[in-house]
């Protein structure tokens, strides 16, 4: 497969350089071909800008949106976003690799999302109409690729438990996987997480890298979260709720997005990615 | 009330600009003092840089919590964080407005968090015991001020209903209010949410705008989220798991943290913060 890996942290000596050197040789002794979009090392602009638009007249109010749609239909992007979107389709898969910080992803990968995931592109693709609500939420121009989070926590991992006060760690990044990865087409495999990272020693490195070993060489085997379909009939339209008979009946939450409920979704624990409703 | 605005838009002419001078005058009519924090007007650096910490020596290795923590103590911050740190300190409430780009605040609002929330300051603050996992989560450096998210979407209501599509607006907005605003100790009012803004006419703008002035009049008295205390008896250290017996039986996620469940969450339907376990 052809891999692209996106990574967010500003410290060549990290954790997470490492980490990241550890997943790039299993995927190349694996027979994969790997790029890598080093967002710091390549001074990656974080936010939108106005200075995006190229096409926008000086006069002009930056509408997002409209911006967004009119640069990517005149290939008009700029040549840093323009490079991004033609590695995203070069890839078979795209693995994004952060920190969490503030329970979010930095705020130069965030803007690496935000400038690189255009209108036509990764959202505004498909019809509209009262079966069909745009090519979306497992439909899109990334269809038929996978994706992946490895990310770090310094917080242990009972906090980020079913119960732990930091909120379920598939909750907190589903918006991620579901609302960034899963949008525009992508295949979303459970994330790869190592808590407590400020206190791994070398000692607890070489465990950790091992776990993200075999992760790596099962990326193109490992059944995907199985996300329901927005066009698929599970959901009505144009309310696009679930349907009622669907989900643990009373069940709210993002858990009700995953097909079979959400102990599918946990990392490693999903078996299958058939709907047993 | 001194009020602190963090306003985070590329467009002066745009909605949210419209929104965020309603919000202004509003308060201002009120007797409240107003400062903001316009950071694309002010050029404000989205990504935390070594750059950040200047007692760093050059050959050091950038660990992020460990030079955040060296910095805040030595006051050798840089001067933009500094003042940001001194605005908050200031300020009796704390609002932050932005679109949601892509389920979450735009990389520059992100990156101010991020290069603010210094350690010692927003986090890292109190002891770590049996009894006691640090001032977070209902305490800590903010204590006694509240916040409030002031925040605009394209997409329409019923997908951020309970069983839409994008997940509920208080699952996807938890991240930032529990994990970012209560965490340091802010009392969290439900958010200002403005939906399907892209056909926001002027017809609708100004019922919009009446809704906004009404939760700036309440600001002081609109009860905040029941989040739940982390050192107050609701969790057990240092698992910090919410005990067994508190929240619905068999619940997870997000809602779990609101005393007396998801419902007191609701924007407007917040009529008290008593916990009813």
Same mark, same amino acid.
């Given at each position: 497969?052809?891999?692209?890996?996106?990574?967010?942290?500003?410290?060549?000596?990290?954790?997470?350089?490492?980490?990241?050197?550890?997943?790039?040789?299993?995927?190349?002794?694996?027979?994969?071909?790997?790029?890598?979009?080093?967002?710091?090392?390549?001074?990656?602009?974080?936010?939108?800008?106005?200075?995006?638009?190229?096409?926008?007249?000086?006069?002009?109010?930056?509408?997002?949106?409209?911006?967004?749609?009119?640069?990517?239909?005149?290939?008009?992007?700029?040549?840093?976003?323009?490079?991004?979107?033609?590695?995203?389709?070069?890839?078979?898969?795209?693995?994004?690799?952060?920190?969490?910080?503030?329970?979010?992803?930095?705020?130069?990968?965030?803007?690496?999302?935000?400038?690189?995931?255009?209108?036509?592109?990764?959202?505004?693709?498909?019809?509209?109409?009262?079966?069909?609500?745009?090519?979306?939420?497992?439909?899109?121009?990334?269809?038929?690729?996978?994706?992946?989070?490895?990310?770090?926590?310094?917080?242990?991992?009972?906090?980020?438990?079913?119960?732990?006060?930091?909120?379920?760690?598939?909750?907190?990044?589903?918006?991620?996987?579901?609302?960034?990865?899963?949008?525009? @087409?992508? =295949?979303? #495999?459970? +994330?790869?997480?190592?808590? !407590?990272?400020?206190?791994? &020693?070398? $000692?607890?490195?070489?465990?950790?890298?091992?776990?993200?070993?075999?992760?790596?060489?099962?990326?193109?085997?490992?059944?995907?979260?199985?996300?329901?379909?927005?066009? @698929?009939? =599970?959901? #009505?339209? +144009?309310?696009?709720?679930? !349907?009622?008979?669907?989900? &643990?009946? $009373?069940?709210?939450?993002?858990?009700?997005?995953?097909?079979?409920?959400?102990?599918?979704?946990?990392?490693?624990?999903?078996?299958?990615?058939?709907?047993?409703?």
């Amino acid at each position: 497969m052809k891999i692209l890996l996106v990574y967010a942290h500003p410290e060549p000596r990290s954790l997470n350089a490492a980490l990241r050197d550890v997943a790039i040789k299993e995927l190349e002794d694996q027979g994969h071909e790997v790029r890598v979009s080093d967002l710091y090392a390549e001074a990656w602009q974080s936010q939108v800008n106005r200075a995006d638009f190229p096409l926008l007249a000086p006069d002009a109010r930056l509408v997002v949106v409209a911006a967004s749609k009119e640069a990517f239909e005149a290939d008009a992007l700029t040549p840093d976003v323009s490079a991004e979107i033609e590695k995203l389709r070069w890839a078979d898969a795209l693995i994004l690799q952060f920190p969490i910080w503030w329970y979010a992803m930095p705020a130069i990968l965030k803007g690496w999302v935000d400038r690189v995931f255009a209108y036509g592109f990764a959202y505004g693709v498909g019809e509209h109409s009262d079966k069909w609500w745009g090519d979306r939420f497992g439909q899109g121009t990334l269809v038929g690729k996978r994706a992946m989070l490895i990310v770090t926590t310094g917080g242990w991992e009972e906090h980020y438990g079913a119960r732990g006060i930091n909120g379920p760690i598939d909750d907190l990044l589903f918006p991620i996987n579901h609302g960034i990865l899963y949008y525009p @087409g992508y =295949d979303v #495999l459970p +994330p790869f997480v190592a808590y !407590r990272v400020d206190g791994l &020693d070398a $000692g607890g490195f070489e465990p950790t890298a091992e776990r993200l070993r075999e992760r790596m060489r099962t990326l193109a085997t490992t059944p995907p979260i199985p996300y329901r379909q927005q066009n @698929g009939g =599970d959901y #009505l339209i +144009p309310s696009l709720h679930l !349907r009622p008979e669907l989900g &643990d009946p $009373g069940a709210t939450g993002f858990g009700l997005h995953v097909a079979g409920g959400r102990n599918q979704e946990a990392g490693g624990a999903a078996k299958s990615n058939m709907s047993v409703d």
